[in-house]
């Protein structure tokens, strides 16, 4: 005997019912439940897991790690501001825990450019935050360079890409000549405005 329209939409009616309680007792039950975290739990996903799971959302699981990125970055340094104005007397509320790390900023920014290859403001933005000694940021130049280049990989036809990592170059790690190559090959591309030769000619000097 075939089950009505009727006697089907019941039912339909009734599993998602039983479904909903059922996810409310569990999500109850994991609340009673005492948090644990982690360093690497803030990561959300590994690098290498990161592509498997997000499939057809990679650019909306991109979006929400360069988030992240950003969240992570901003409070370090200003937590990290704070504890700089008076290193022997640091704010009752910072005295008891560990220094200020930065050591999950470029992981996350790996995570959001293999997300997403041509995610432009993560790569050159992403290289200002990891540059920037401390206690602005991480002070890891090569960690900047290195994000720039994987971008490079991807996009070769950005000068602006040659631009930042001639600036990495100058401010952070003072190696006039490589800045001014960075600049020279940037220059050399399809597009790229005349300063940049007059960058890599300037800063040689």
């Known amino acids: 005997m075939t089950p009505k329209p009727k006697d089907q939409l019941v039912a339909a009616v009734a599993v998602v019912l039983l479904l909903g309680s059922l996810s409310v007792w569990l999500q109850a039950g994991r ?79 790996d995570i959001t450019t293999t997300l997403d290859p041509r995610f432009n403001i993560a790569y050159r933005f992403g290289a200002v935050f990891l540059s920037e000694p401390y206690p602005n940021g991480p002070g890891r130049p090569d960690l900047a360079i290195a994000l720039v280049e994987k971008g490079l990989k991807t996009s070769p036809e950005k000068w602006q890409y040659w631009h930042d990592i001639g600036f990495v170059y100058y401010w952070n790690v003072h190696d006039y000549l490589k800045a001014s190559q960075a600049f020279r090959r940037g220059a050399d591309l399809l597009g790229a405005p005349w300063f940049m030769r007059s960058l890599a000619a300037t800063t040689l000097s």
């Not at 982690?38 to 290498?48: G, K, M, W």
């Open 31 to 109: 609340d009673r439940l005492p948090l644990q975290t982690t360093a690497q739990e803030e990561l959300y996903l590994s690098q290498r897991a990161t592509g498997r799971v997000v499939f057809t959302h990679r650019a909306l699981a991109s979006d929400l790690y360069w988030i992240r990125a950003v969240q992570y970055f901003g409070g370090n340094t200003h937590i990290a501001r704070l504890r700089a104005l008076d290193p022997l007397e640091p704010p009752p509320s910072l005295a008891a825990k560990p220094p200020v790390s930065f050591d999950l900023l470029y992981p996350l920014l």
